[in-house]
Nanobody, 113 residues
């Protein structure tokens, strides 16, 4: 059973940058792919970025995912924050060969002008 913990949310400035963290302490983290999801107020949850088990950095437009396997941590950097970036952010991990996708509880981001 994986324990996934996101952090780094809060109030963020429009046009600025923010980095969220995802810690997964009880896994062979290097064997797992990581995905980040966003759910805006009143909207469906959607996947916004991911990184496979072999990569260290993966860019998705304004979103950059990176990972530090030694510290069991993945990051999501969001650049040029927009109002629509407001919402809950979730990190998931899934073994490279498939299987269950483990979810964290999420961290909330509010972008203010």
């Amino acid at each position: 059973q994986a324990h996934v913990v996101e952090s780094g949310g809060g109030l963020a400035q429009f046009g600025g940058s923010l980095t969220l963290s995802c810690v997964v302490p009880r896994l062979t983290f290097s064997e797992f792919q990581v995905k980040w999801y966003h759910q805006g107020p009143g909207k469906e949850r959607e996947r916004i970025a991911s990184i496979d088990h072999r990569s260290t950095v993966s860019k998705w437009g304004r979103f950059t995912v990176s990972r530090d396997n030694a510290n069991h941590t993945a990051y999501l950097q969001i650049d040029n924050l927009q109002s629509e970036d407001t919402g809950d952010y979730y990190c998931t991990v899934q073994h490279r060969i498939g299987g269950h996708e483990y979810w964290g509880q999420g961290t909330q981001v509010t972008v203010s002008a």
